[in-house]
């Protein structure tokens, strides 16, 4: 039975800060395109790899990879609140299979997700879905990070196992690729912004409130053309994506940390979610890219990429 792919990047500021109509109309055109790549897959489970951003995993406890076998939806940037349809037996499964591999993945009975998970979910879905899946967080902001090889690991693990199902399992990734956003850092972290990095849940709305506004006020002030912040990079995004499509993951295994930070910006990081969903998706054969978009997009602070793929019968 096949495997799909589709990865994508994600931004809380489509829909609020968006650019010209002439990039958002391509940009919702291709999602177009992507959810009728989901919709002819069928997929009976889906397994997400994605990012936090501070809202759901903090460094009281912070795990380099954490499959969710029960999950809830912080609600942060308009995206819906609430429990997730996590198939739990499958998710159970997983860790088991991942754990036997000697990767020591962390699992969560319930693990709180924000728009890194969520959007794409309800990019794909639509807003209530009740479809069967499976998230897995996936490290990308709560510096130190280990090796890319890790990545690629899980990623390869979790694809033998659900390999062996014989269902349709559709893989999504979900990060940006260039960007660097506003997101608290521990390494510069004020007191005040330790303590909510260690123990931010459930946030009044008024702080809520006032770290959205920072973000839209930096996306505002990057399409404006400030260049304080570090800039979207489409060769560097180029680059990652070629590699995808080259069929050639484990090359992702020399990139540094640093490299990635340099060339990608901090958030940057968060393309080990699509390392981990290709790397999944490798572990069947060999695979075919059937479609790729990039933009750099400003208002939205990221270069914004989306990729189907498919398993070669
Ligand atoms: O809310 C936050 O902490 C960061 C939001 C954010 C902004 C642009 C691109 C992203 O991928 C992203 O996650
Ligand atoms: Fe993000």
Not at 63 to 69: E, N, W
Not at 267 to 293: D, K, P
Request: hydrophobic share 40%; charged share 20%; aromatic share 8%.
């Amino acid at each position: 039975m096949p495997l799909a792919l589709c990865t994508l990047s994600h931004s809380p500021l489509y829909g609020i800060n968006d650019p010209d109509p002439s990039v958002l109309n391509a940009v919702d055109a291709a999602f177009d395109r992507v959810r009728t790549f989901v919709e002819d897959f069928d997929p009976e489970l889906t397994i997400v790899f994605g990012p936090d951003h501070y809202n759901g995993v903090f460094y009281d406890m912070m795990p380099a990879f954490c499959i969710g076998s029960g999950a809830r939806a912080v609600g942060d940037w308009g995206t819906e609140p609430g429990p997730l349809p996590v198939d739990r037996t499958a998710a159970r499964r997983l860790v088991s299979a991942v754990l036997d591999d000697g990767i020591d993945v962390a699992q969560s009975e319930e693990l709180h997700v924000d728009h890194g998970i969520a959007q794409p979910l309800e990019f794909l879905f639509g807003k209530r879905y009740s479809n069967p899946l499976v998230p897995v967080f996936v490290n990308a902001v709560g510096l130190p990070l280990g090796p890319m090889q890790r990545i690629r690991l899980l990623g390869e693990s979790i694809g033998r196992e659900i390999e062996s199902w014989n269902k349709r399992v559709l893989i999504v990734g979900s990060g940006g690729l260039s960007h660097d956003p506003p997101v608290p850092r521990l390494d510069e972290a004020t007191p005040e912004v330790l303590a909510r990095l260690i123990d931010g849940r459930n946030p009044s709305p008024e702080l809520r409130a006032e770290r959205q506004r920072r973000v839209i006020e930096a996306g505002k002030a990057h399409a404006a053309g400030d260049t304080s912040f570090q800039q979207i990079n489409p060769d560097f995004d180029a680059r990652i994506m070629n590699t995808f499509a080259d069929s050639a993951v484990s090359e992702t295994d020399s990139w540094t940390t640093d490299w990635m930070e340099k060339n990608g910006g901090h958030s940057a990081h968060e393309i080990r979610s699509w390392v981990a969903a290709f790397a999944a998706l490798s572990t069947g054969g060999s695979y075919t890219v059937t479609n790729r978009w990039y933009w750099p997009v400003q208002e939205w602070m990221t270069g914004f990429g989306m990729m189907t793929a498919i398993q070669e019968a």
